[in-house]
């Protein structure tokens, strides 16, 4: 499984970007699939994963604010950002995970500025 992630970019605060992630290789449609991010000085936290089925999960942090979805036909997962804020700032990274095995795409740089 291959991940290519795009979208990441400059934007004000209470702005919005759209991430999205092609998966290629292999269908994603079993694998729950979704965002981490890492601030510099930081952890990777997961910000938002959605599931074969369709369940999603937020941080606390991102919840209201960002919605994740997915498109099987596309072998895609997007991540729709509102309301951003300068801690939003950080390299975006896309996974996929099914049973033991997590892909990872190239990480996708978003800076939100005050």
């Known amino acids: 499984v291959q991940l290519q992630a795009s979208g990441g970019g400059l934007v004000q605060a209470g702005g919005s970007l759209r991430l999205s992630c092609a998966g290629s290789?292999?269908?994603?449609?079993?694998?729950?699939i979704g965002w981490y991010r890492q601030a510099p000085g930081k952890q990777r936290e997961l910000v938002a994963s959605?599931?074969?089925?369709?369940?999603?999960n937020y941080a606390e942090s991102v919840k209201g604010r960002f919605t994740i979805s997915r498109d099987n036909a596309e072998n895609t997962v997007y991540l729709e950002m509102n309301n951003l804020k300068p801690g939003d700032t950080a390299v975006y990274y896309c996974?996929?995970?099914?049973?033991?095995?997590?892909?990872w795409g190239q990480g996708t740089q978003v800076t939100v500025s005050s």
């Open positions: 996974f996929a995970r099914r049973h033991i095995y997590t892909y």
């Open positions: 290789g292999r269908s994603l449609s079993r694998f729950s």
């Open positions: 959605i599931s074969s089925d369709g369940s999603t």
